[in-house]
Nanobody, 125 residues
């Protein structure tokens, strides 16, 4: 069972900054990707930033140059630093981890995709 707990959301004025955190717990055998998504009212959930293990980091065009995804392995925490925030960044932000875990004496490897509960970010004057 992989659990994700987000924190760091809140109300901020346009041009301000916030840092979101996502604490990851549970038995993960292999991590495939870690990322942040957001969903504004009436919109579908969209990718904000993601890291695919061993390959690349992807950002939505709308946040490039303003947001940075990072990870503290010792704290098992994923971060999203958000600078120069705009009203259109207002949304519920979710972290996501995809990977595998093993079970049983034969160590069967199974895949998972876990989501956090979401944290509200509101950018308004």
């Amino acid at each position: 069972q992989v659990e994700l707990v987000e924190s760091g959301g809140g109300l901020v004025q346009p041009g301000g900054s916030l840092r979101l955190a996502c604490e990851v717990s549970g038995n993960i055998f292999r991590t495939k990707s870690e990322g942040w998504y957001r969903q504004a009212p009436g919109n579908e959930r969209e990718l904000v930033a993601a890291v695919t293990t061993g390959t690349s980091t992807n950002y939505a065009d709308s946040v490039k140059g303003r947001f940075t995804i990072s990870r503290d392995n010792a704290k098992k925490t994923l971060y999203l630093q958000m600078n120069s925030l705009k009203p259109e960044d207002t949304a519920v932000y979710y972290c996501n981890v995809e990977g595998t875990y093993v079970i049983g004496s034969y160590r069967q490897e199974l895949g998972f995709s876990s989501w956090g509960q979401g944290t509200q970010v509101t950018v308004s004057s």
